[in-house]
């Protein structure tokens, strides 16, 4: 579900496990990092909103206190990826903080499960501001040096295909966003059965519960 797996193939491998058990390992310090987050957030925005943080709190005047555009103030004041770029280092070659759910894969393929939004890197690169790292750094996601990738476990890539849009990305013509079980789910279909996308810049199969993806040469 999150990108980390281990094959029984892979298991006779030891780096591989090494590897393996890194990425778990990291992935559940940063859900650990967001829990403490969630707190320092909550206590700030209390005192924002002048809540002394201590006393029980009506829920009237709380939905008053946060009403309107002040939560979106309040959560700016303190960016959660600016707290995580704290604790976790962006890849050396960069020279600006990048969320820590950023990696690059030399694979030509990317694996993809449940919603998936795939935008070609030559059209980040010509179009949006900042190119491929601007888009990197205020979204996330997985990449190699022909395509992005960003995953979720439902449709919530709305604010993200806004952004893309607004800096001249055209949907289907520099962006997809792919449905794995619009064709029924994964594991309906036979291993390394083609996935047919409605355009031809992608290309991609079923494999292990989700879909391999790779841009067209």
Known sequence: MNGIRLTGADAQDKRKVA?????????????????TWKKQAILRNLREAGFSGAEDIDLAAYLQAFGG????????????????????????????????????????????????????????????????EGYLKRHGGQYNDEIAVICYMSPEWGPQVTDLEANGLESSKDFIILIDDRYGPPFFHKGFEPYPFDVSWLRGYYHEGGIMVSLVS
């Not at 890194?22 to 967001?34: F, G, H, K, M, T």
């Not at 704290?86 to 969320?99: E, I, L, N, R």
């Open 19 to 35: 590897e393996f058990i890194r990425a778990v390992n990291s992935l559940n310090e940063r859900i650990d990092y967001l829990k």
């Open 69 to 132: 555009d002040n939560l979106s103030k309040l959560l700016a004041s303190l960016p959660l990826w600016s707290f995580f770029a704290a604790k976790y280092s962006p890849p050396k070659d960069w020279k600006t903080a990048v969320p820590a759910a950023v990696y690059y894969t030399s694979e030509k393929e990317i694996r993809c499960v449940f919603y998936a939004l795939v935008v070609r890197k030559q059209a980040l690169e010509g179009k949006y501001k900042g190119g491929l």
